[in-house]
């Protein structure tokens, strides 16, 4: 059977006429009901028959375009942003046009020349490029970043540093004392974060820490990384994303090593692989879905022209946090309470 609004307000805990403005006027809502709403009808599969009608009835809104660059669409955690910004953009009547530059800093000050002047805003989602430069590229277009901090235009960032704490906690306590981390892409400004983070975590919890140098964000590029990380002597390592972790566990295989039982394994975004991965993958959950909401919904208050709002931060860090499962576990000869 085809879902009804009435349905979709009832999962979502909210009246029906909440719903229905949810599709027809949703800047008359709150942001909660609004992601309840659109949370509900996802779930359900839902679609709104005249999503883009303004307090006229049949008389349409403008619709605006926005650029989403992005550095690889294949990512999981990416695709993941990008999904819950293009069903909440939706609901703002935007239209998203994707950008993917594989990566290269070239590619990205190519493609926001080719598209400036095009669309109506930008969303540069883990750039290469130093946020200047790309505020400089998109001239008086309004821009957000995701996952690159400045001081001239919004930003949404999700702060590692709370689950890489988290995890390196954790395996002290299972009696861990040398981690490797294998680090991402040189132009990744999210990779030079966890450097610091890592290194001065791992001081405060006296631990060694080995820093692997730069590597293909992919499962191939963690694959590459793997015999340095057991050369290294390190009995615990973090991957850049869940991609290299998995990639990791795969390496280690291929030099005789068990994982955990002589490599423990971290991941970091908690993606969809995470759970499938064999063995299922411990991973820092980054809150991606929320984050493209929140560049959607910053954008649409820059286009829109609204006053700022002087209590809301023009920069919002989102909190991570460490998910266990079964590619981590104690080193050998740990006992509960009393280490090594």
């Known amino acids: 059977m085809v879902p009804t609004l009435t349905e ?4 979502a805990g909210v009246s029906l006429s909440t719903a229905s403005r949810a599709f027809s006027e949703p800047d008359r809502i709150s942001r909660e009901a609004l992601d309840r709403v659109v949370q509900a009808a996802d779930e359900l599969g839902y679609v709104a028959s005249s999503p883009r009608r303004g307090r006229g ?14 550095p690889d669409l ?31 800093p070239d590619r990205e000050r190519e493609v926001i020349g080719e598209l400036q002047g095009r669309v109506d805003g930008f969303i540069a989602c883990a750039p290469r490029l130093p946020a200047h430069d790309i505020r400089e590229l998109c001239g008086a277009v309004p821009l957000v970043l995701f996952n690159r901090d400045s001081d001239e235009v919004p930003s949404v960032l999700t702060d590692a540093e709370h689950g890489l704490r988290q ?8 009696g861990h004392e040398h981690v490797a981390y294998v680090q991402g892409s040189q ?3 999210s990779n030079t974060q966890r450097v610091a983070a890592m290194r001065r975590l791992c001081e405060e919890n006296d631990l060694a820490l080995t820093l692997v140098p730069w590597q293909a964000e992919s499962i191939a590029g963690g694959n590459a990384a793997a015999a340095s990380v057991v050369a290294s002597g390190a009995t615990a390592v973090i991957g850049h994303n869940d991609l290299v972790a998995v990639g990791l566990v795969q390496g280690a295989a291929q030099l005789g090593l068990a994982v955990p039982d002589d490599l423990s394994v971290v991941g970091i975004d908690d993606t969809s692989m995470a759970q499938v991965a064999t ?4 991973s820092i959950q980054v809150p991606a879905s929320r984050a493209g909401v929140l560049s959607i919904d910053m954008l649409h ?30 080193v050998s ?4 309470g009393g280490g090594r």
Do not use: C
């Not at 995890?167 to 299972?174: I, K, N, S």
């Not at 000869?333 to 509960?336: K, L, N, S």
């Open 57 to 70: 009835g049949n008389r349409p809104t403008r619709s605006t375009t926005v650029a989403m660059v992005v």
């Open 301 to 330: 208050r820059a286009m829109s022209g609204e006053e700022p709002d002087e209590t809301a931060p023009a920069t919002v860090h989102l909190p991570t946090q460490l998910v266990v499962r079964r590619s981590t576990g104690p």
């Open 74 to 104: 294949a990512n999981p955690v990416i695709a993941q942003f990008v999904k819950a910004a293009q069903a909440h953009g939706w609901y703002r009547r935007q239209t998203l046009v994707l950008a993917d530059t594989d990566g290269s």
């Open 187 to 189: 132009y990744s400004w």
């Open 333 to 336: 000869g740990w006992t509960p």
């Open 279 to 282: 063995p299922a993958l411990t």
């Open 8 to 11: 979709v307000a009832q999962r």
């Open 167 to 174: 995890a390196l906690e954790y395996l002290r306590v299972l």
